[in-house]
């Protein structure tokens, strides 16, 4: 079997309704897809597969690692052969390409494990900490765009109050780059606020403004940049009233800044 053959493709907006469909599915909803079947016991061929590729991801060299990452999004795609027993299994060994040195490598883990979000939802849901970490801790940040779409699936999989419990703490603690990703992720899980996952929100208001004004003033431009596009988030949500009173933290040209983006914001709406 050639491991380059095929490759999974689709837009973020594609992977986005996958998930949906997917808790559509699990609350018995009439737009899903079909739930994954554990394999039969004629899936030897399956299993097989499944067991080459956790072989190669756990102890292959660098390029074995890679063709399995190729691999595992065939197995990703074919309903019988990933099942409750052996998910984990593979979640876990993707999840270890992230931590080596190898940038490339450690790029693709990444998206394959974008896709993993989109065909495993249900089987990743028990599994919030571990993927999140091992997320925003992988030591190739992806472009842009891969990691935005990275973080919209793991908000639609994980919800707001899982990432939130997880990433509050991390913000007073990470250092560079973990923290960039750290607030790239809050980022993305405002820019996604529901009616539903507001008044979550609004409770942990004043510990994200505590836990966001002071990176403000961080060595790093870029997460100067989004701690204050993540406080223009919460102005564009809750408003100046509830807000501004939380800011004291912030020198007044960092205000300033806030209020500038809030400002064109609003004057792009209207």
């Known amino acids: 079997k050639q491991w380059y053959q095929r490759r999974v493709r689709g837009s973020l907006t594609t992977e986005l309704q996958a998930v949906s469909n997917l808790n559509n599915n699990a609350n018995g ?17 399956e299993n097989n597969a499944v067991f080459a590729v956790l072989e190669a991801l756990l102890g292959g060299t660098q390029d074995e690692k890679s063709a399995a990452l190729v691999e595992s999004l065939n197995l ?18 993707i ?8 940038t490339e490598l450690v790029s693709k883990a990444l998206k394959v494990l974008n896709k993993f979000l989109v065909y495993q ?15 925003v801790r992988a030591k190739c940040p992806m472009q842009h765009a891969d990691s935005e779409s990275l973080h919209q699936l793991l908000v639609m999989v994980y919800k707001t109050e899982a990432i939130l419990n997880l990433i509050v703490p991390m913000l007073q603690h990470e250092t560079y780059p973990v923290l960039l990703s750290v607030i790239n992720l809050l980022y993305s899980t405002l820019k996604q606020n529901t009616p539903e996952s507001q008044p979550l929100l ?33 102005l564009l949500i809750f408003g100046t009233e509830k807000v501004d009173a939380m800011l004291e933290a ?5 205000k300033k800044l806030v209020y500038l983006y809030y400002n064109r914001h609003q004057r792009n709406v209207r």
């Open 76 to 93: 990703l795609k074919e309903d019988n052969s990933i099942n409750e027993e052996n998910s984990y299994d593979l979640l876990s060994a």
């Open 95 to 102: 999840m270890s390409c992230t931590e080596e040195d190898d």
């Open 29 to 45: 909803g009439s737009n899903s897809v079909p739930h994954l079947q554990s394999p039969s016991n004629g899936s030897m061929a």
């Open 121 to 135: 939802a249900d089987y990743m849901a028990p599994h919030c900490e571990e993927v999140v970490t091992k997320i």
């Open 250 to 254: 912030l020198t007044v040209s960092q």
């Open 202 to 234: 609004e409770s942990r208001l004043a510990a994200l403004c505590a836990a966001v004004c002071p990176q403000c003033s961080h060595v790093e431009t870029n997460v100067r940049k989004q701690s204050i596009f993540c406080l223009v988030e919460l």
